[in-house]
């Protein structure tokens, strides 16, 4: 079976301090690997994903993550937050041999980011 | 596209009631998706449908939910009858083919007070 953990519920941060989300997975094969910003009132969007190559990944806002196979990780960093980064930050995973119903996106309980002015 | 539409934006209701959220996905879009997000559980699948009929439905809390797709641009969640533990935000999503390689586009959602 397929998790995702992402071990703080929140994060704080001073803005124009580097920001790092943390997320851990568990899957069979080889992860596909998703985050997700959620701003209040909003639905989810798609920030990022992982599917093979270069393990740095560059996404939105000025977001990357970087994959880690040794340490399954999949963490959301940005060199330099900004206060409209604060929001709530979801990580996604799906192993690449499932079948059925796990073929699909497997969540993260949500980190809650925010940036102090 | 419009992405994905969800309404009503706010629904307020009496227990007991019934309720209907209603769900538009992205068109092309072979699957969809029914969360419910609240503070306690956080994100929730409740039940996701491909080509129109539902795969999945073990995650519906249970027999007062349901839902249905009768074509491939509509979908309804209903709860009768409703409860205040069922207030929450539901969300809906879509993907093409091969969604969780491509990711899913989520609606606004529907923020539900069952009072």
């Known amino acids: 079976a397929q998790s995702v953990a992402q071990p703080e519920d929140q994060v704080n941060v001073a803005e124009g301090n580097p920001l790092t989300v943390k997320c851990t997975y568990s899957?069979?094969?080889?992860?596909?690997l998703f985050w997700y910003v959620q701003y209040p009132n909003r639905g989810l969007q798609f920030l990022l994903k992982?599917?093979?190559?270069?393990?740095l990944v560059k996404g939105s806002y000025g977001f990357e993550a970087e994959f880690n196979k040794s340490q399954t990780s999949f963490h959301l960093k940005k060199p330099s937050a900004l206060v409209s980064d604060s929001a709530l930050y979801f990580c996604?995973?799906?192993?690449?041999?499932?079948?059925?119903?796990?073929?699909?996106?497997?969540f993260g309980s949500g980190t809650q980011l925010t940036v102090l002015p | 596209d419009a992405g994905v539409i969800q309404s009503p934006r706010h629904e307020v209701t009496e227990m007991g009631q019934e309720v209907t959220l209603r769900c538009k996905p992205i068109?092309?879009?072979?699957?969809l998706f029914w969360y419910r997000q609240t503070m306690m559980r956080g994100l929730e699948l409740l039940i996701y449908?491909?080509?129109?009929?539902?795969?999945?439905d073990s995650g519906m809390p249970e027999d007062r939910f349901s839902a249905k797709m009768p074509n491939a641009s509509f979908s309804t969640l209903k709860i009768q009858p409703s409860e205040p533990r069922d207030s929450a935000v539901y969300f809906c999503?879509?993907?093409?083919?091969?969604?969780?390689?491509?990711?899913?586009?989520f609606g606004s959602g529907t923020r539900l007070t069952v009072v």
């Open positions: 899957v069979s094969g080889n992860p596909y």
């Open positions: 068109s092309g879009h072979d699957y």
């Open positions: 992982y599917i093979t190559g270069d393990n």
């Open positions: 449908f491909n080509n129109n009929v539902p795969i999945d």
């Open positions: 996604a995973v799906r192993d690449s041999v499932s079948s059925g119903s796990a073929r699909q996106l497997t």
């Open positions: 999503a879509s993907s093409p083919t091969g969604g969780s390689f491509y990711g899913y586009t």
